[in-house]
């Protein structure tokens, strides 16, 4: 009785030592795509896309170490005339992240009447929001269209 008892101690000790190996923790898959919004705290909670995350312009370097670069990021501002996506998705793809700008931004997503999240009342919402003719882009970006699709095929490979 006494030598099971030490072995299941033994046993325990070992187990609690090694949880982090694979053998005894979920193992999370990594997601297909991030969705990253650049704008201010203020700006996010006010109106953004329903599973992205907030991550302030200025802080994208740092917090991008804790992603895999197996993910592809999606990054957004505010619209056509903020530059602050096309910057981070710079950044990002120099440190070798499959990084793509979502150019319209949170006024393209939500004038195309996709779901938001937020009471939605900041002004540049509903101002004018036309893509730049004839500008050359230096860097991947994809469509609202482009966007709502992988975001529903995440939804979907999430729920199997």
């Known amino acids: 009785m006494k030598k099971n008892k ?42 953004h896309i329903p599973g992205s995350i907030q991550v302030d312009f200025n802080d994208i370097d740092k917090t991008s170490e804790k992603w895999s670069k197996n993910t592809k990021v999606i990054v957004y501002c505010a619209n056509y005339s903020c530059s602050a996506s096309a910057s981070a998705v710079r950044s990002l793809r120099e440190k070798g992240f499959d990084a793509y700008e979502y150019a319209a931004g949170m006024a393209g997503w939500k004038q195309a009447g996709f779901p938001v999240e937020g009471s939605a009342v900041s002004p540049y919402l509903t101002q004018g929001n036309e893509e730049p003719v004839g500008v050359a882009h230096d860097i991947p970006v994809v469509s609202t269209q482009e966007l709502y699709t992988m975001l529903n095929n995440e939804q979907q490979e999430q729920e199997k």
């Open 6 to 47: 030490i072995f299941g101690m033994l046993a325990l000790t070992t187990m609690t030592l090694f949880s982090g190996c694979s053998l005894f923790k979920d193992e999370k898959k990594d997601p297909a795509v991030l969705v990253v919004n650049v704008l201010s705290k203020n700006l996010y909670d006010d109106c």
